[in-house]
């Protein structure tokens, strides 16, 4: 958690490289749950046949 | 100058390893074992699409709550050795955060376990969140040095989420899960206090130890270790609900757990004595509760 640079000013690559890791983390969680609720969708499909 | 200016400068956002540490992950593994074994013992098949899903709905349940557990208790779990290092009193995530992920996780959670069981699982699912943040955390914690009895029926609700995902009903021996986790919280929980009390005392928690004094406490544990072992028992006799596989591993693993607890309730511990007994006691109690669940499972897949 170091944003700021030993003189104390914003160090923005830093900034970037998180909300980089961040944005990641967050697509492959949507990615799962959108795979997730297609299956869901289908194994109810399945179970009203 | 340069001091302002970094003041202004935004903060950097929320590392995804802090939000995940919100959730409790080792208390979390505890729940989705217990949900999973109450979703397994239950009669009925059960879609493993679906019953997957309904685990990790109970999963995010339970990272809802700890999320909130923590957002409310950040001043407090400042001043405990024990938790000071988590991500809000450690300054590295800011409270509205953790407020905002809570319930996004505890109403995505509850969609997706309607979306995959049924709605009297999402209501135990949504009644299990409610109790932990606002009767556990918020009233009883503070207030009682009885929230770990009361308040261990939020830990115990898993069984009967699981259950009542593949049935749309809860039966007796759900009820009976239920009742294992909830007898054998205040035991669990007070072998932990007697050996972090000062931690509890800084953080003015009144917690059995701090209140009602030690020896006080060790009868205690004692005391509901017996009732928690006959609740165990119960099942497999006078019941009948679970086989002998069930039955006689409860039999013998409670008759470990009272032993354990004899000599926590009998002994006073000297100053720098490491407090073995309690430490033992609150080790086996987590492999106690693994054990007894994965037997009724087992019990009822091998014997129906």
Excluded at chain 2, 212 to 234: C, D, K, N, P, W
Excluded at chain 2, 281 to 293: G, H, N, Q, W
């Amino acid at each position: 958690m170091s944003e700021h640079g030993p003189e104390g000013e914003f160090d923005e690559a830093a900034y970037r490289a998180q909300q980089r890791r961040n944005a990641n983390v967050t697509a492959l969680i949507l990615i799962a749950f959108v795979v997730l609720f297609f299956l869901i969708t289908i194994a109810k499909l399945g179970l009203a046949t | 100058m340069a001091q302002s200016q970094a003041s202004l400068a935004p903060a950097l956002p929320a590392d995804w390893r802090d939000l995940f540490a919100l959730t409790k992950p080792r208390v979390m593994s505890l729940v989705v074992f217990t949900g999973l074994c109450g979703m397994l013992a239950a009669p009925g098949p059960v879609h493993p699409v679906l019953g997957f899903s309904a685990i990790l709905a109970i999963a995010l349940g339970a990272g809802a709550s700890g999320a909130l557990n923590q957002w409310y208790e950040a001043d407090i779990d400042a001043l405990m050795k024990r938790t000071a290092g988590r991500p809000l009193p450690a300054g590295r995530l800011d409270r509205q955060t953790a407020l905002h992920f809570g319930v996004g996780l505890a109403v995505f959670s509850l969609l997706l376990m309607y979306m995959a069981a049924n709605w009297l699982a999402t209501a135990i699912l949504a009644v299990s969140i409610l109790f932990y943040v606002f009767v556990y955390t918020i009233w009883l914690k503070p207030r009682t040095p009885q929230n770990i009895v009361i308040g261990g029926a939020a830990g115990a609700f898993p069984p009967l989420i699981g259950w009542a995902a593949v049935t749309g009903d809860i039966g007796l021996l759900a009820v009976m899960m239920f009742l294992l986790t909830f007898l054998w919280t205040p035991p669990h929980f007070w072998a932990l206090a007697l050996f972090v009390q000062s931690d509890y005392a800084k953080a003015g928690i009144p917690m059995m130890p701090v209140v009602a004094g030690e020896r006080s406490t060790r009868r205690q544990v004692l005391f509901y270790s017996l009732v928690m072992a006959a609740g165990a028992i119960a099942p497999w006799w006078p019941l009948g609900l679970t086989g002998a596989i069930y039955g006689v591993t409860a039999a013998v693993m409670s008759a470990i757990f009272c032993a354990l607890a004899v000599p926590v309730a009998r002994r006073t511990p000297l100053a720098g004595d490491g407090m073995k007994p309690e430490r033992q006691l609150f080790a086996f109690s987590l492999l106690y509760l693994f054990i007894l669940y994965a037997a009724v499972v087992i019990d009822r897949w091998m014997l129906g």
